[in-house]
């Protein structure tokens, strides 16, 4: 569906439902289609730090003191 600014402005809640709702939702300007209303994919996203904390002792346990030294010394440019 294709609306124009003003409808948009007016009836943003409706147009965001059609969205999500899998409608094409198309914002014109003087009949020139302007923007498009997508939904945001939120599906394999991380959110945040908290979802790690599962894998704190095998990230804890990848780092040994050897590896520390092996990428200080790369950071400091001496491989």
């Not at 124009?4 to 094409?24: H, I, P, T, W, Y």
């Not at 095998?58 to 003191?65: E, G, L, N, Y």
């Not at 590896?67 to 491989?79: K, V, Y």
Request: aromatic residues 4%; without cysteine; charged residues 30%.
């Amino acid at each position: 569906m294709k609306v124009n600014m003003l409808e948009a402005k007016n009836q943003l809640s409706r147009l965001v439902k059609d969205a999500l709702a899998g409608e094409d939702v198309v914002i014109a300007s003087n009949g020139k289609p302007m923007v498009r209303l997508v939904p945001v994919d939120r599906k394999g996203h991380l959110r945040g730090w908290g979802k790690l904390k599962e894998f704190r002792a095998a990230i804890d346990s990848a780092f040994t003191p050897e590896l520390d030294e092996e990428i200080a010394r790369s950071l400091e440019g001496q491989s």
